[in-house]
């Protein structure tokens, strides 16, 4: 009786892994589930988003298009003006530069960054196993209050100052609908390198049959944040190729 217990202690640890694996997989196939099902999400094209946000008192649109073949954009409008930021036609990135408000490609590595996080539209966990990506369920935390699933999601490395360093992501999804209300990640370069960066998402809306986050909050976690408001998503929004083309003149 001793060595079948014993047997079936170690078929159990052997197995842990693959216990592990099933539960992370579970709780992503119930978020796609949840919040509109598999095949809508598979049909999704693109997203145009219209936001706001608030800067000592004056409010600036913000209109965000994301599309599945990795063309995006963020057109940021300030007085009147627009700014153009992260723009990607699908092999160069470019931006606004604020000082001249003239547009200005991104350098090499900035644009090797862009093409890898073209891979995650819809979402960083469609799919996440085809992109070479690693899923894992670190266990249950509370996130602002609610019990959540933390999950830590791998992805392809990222070059930093000719460095390639890990990326990773941690997602906390909310333990009955298993919606994500929290992302969290370590910034890689810049002042507030080292620092973790925190975002937080609440009030799920239904369109075109799938569920997406109205509110969103982005910041340094345990400091300043910033709240976005979304006014409007549109799904397989109507674009151009215009709308990513980098101006030459």
């Known amino acids: 009786m001793k060595k079948v217990t014993i047997a079936l202690v170690l078929v ?11 539960g ?36 600036i649109p913000i209109e965000i298009v994301q599309l599945r073949d990795g063309r ?23 931006n606004t530069n604020f000082a001249t408000m003239k547009a200005e490609k991104a350098d090499d ?21 085809s992109k070479g990506y690693k899923a894992e369920l670190v266990g249950k935390e509370t996130f ?18 000719g460095a390639s360093v890990e ?3 941690y997602f906390f999804l909310e333990s009955e609908s298993f919606v994500p209300i929290g992302q969290e990640t370590e910034i890689k ?12 998402m609440s009030d799920y809306q239904e369109v075109g049959g799938l569920y997406f986050p109205y509110s969103l ?11 976005i408001i979304i006014d409007k998503i549109e799904v397989n929004p109507t674009v151009s190729d215009s709308d990513f083309a980098y101006p030459e003149n």
């Not at 159990?12 to 099933?22: I, K, N, P």
């Not at 644009?111 to 996440?128: G, W």
């Open 12 to 22: 159990l640890f052997a197995s842990g892994g693959y216990l592990r694996a099933q």
């Open 24 to 59: 992370v997989d579970e709780i992503i196939n119930n978020y796609f589930e949840n919040t509109g099902g598999i095949d809508a999400w598979k049909k999704l094209n693109g997203i145009k988003i219209n936001a706001k946000v608030n800067q000592g008192g004056i409010e």
């Open 72 to 94: 995006q954009y963020t057109k940021i409008t300030i007085q009147g003006q627009e700014l153009m930021q992260g723009v990607f036609d699908g092999t160069s990135l470019w």
């Open 109 to 129: 590595e900035s644009t090797a960054n862009a093409k890898l996080d073209a891979n995650d539209f819809p979402d960083s966990f469609f799919d996440y196993k």
């Open 144 to 161: 602002d209050g609610a019990e959540t699933f933390k999950l830590k999601l791998t992805r392809e490395p990222r070059t930093v100052d």
């Open 167 to 169: 990326d990773v992501l």
């Open 189 to 200: 370069e810049g002042p507030a390198k080292g620092q973790i960066s925190q975002t937080k």
């Open 217 to 227: 909050t982005q910041g340094i976690k345990g400091g300043q944040s910033q709240p």
